[in-house]
């Protein structure tokens, strides 16, 4: 993409979006996993923020969503401007109903004691 006066793509995950959210006027909606990936495709790193630290939101761009591995810049955003948008990477966590124990390769028992689900937004800072 050719990108003069671009403001960077924000990748946000659930704390990081809330600190985003000041003040302004947002549209903001669902992206299925295909969507998500197209459209990080489209940017080259350089227009690219990361702005947060949690390995498990790298783990799922790069093993589920089917990225090659990038070196996104890390940055603190208190704010996005107006005209600036964002990916949110949303983690949500249920209690496993079964909680199977099975053995690891070395012998030792693991039990699931949870299930991880992610999900996509767009956000865009109107005004």
Known sequence: MEFTDQLPLLLLDNSSMMSVLNEGVFKCHNLSLEET?????????????RCFSNGDIETVMYDYLGIPKRNFAY???????PGQDAIVFKLYI?????????Q???GVEAKKIQNVYVYCQYISRLS
Do not use: C, F, G, W
């Not at 990936?37 to 923020?49: G, S």
């Open 104 to 106: 690891a390769d070395d």
């Open 94 to 102: 249920t209690r496993s109903e079964t909680q199977p124990v099975i």
């Open 75 to 81: 940055k603190h955003i208190r704010n996005m401007r």
């Open 37 to 49: 990936a197209q459209i990080l495709e489209t940017y080259d790193d350089e227009h690219i923020l």
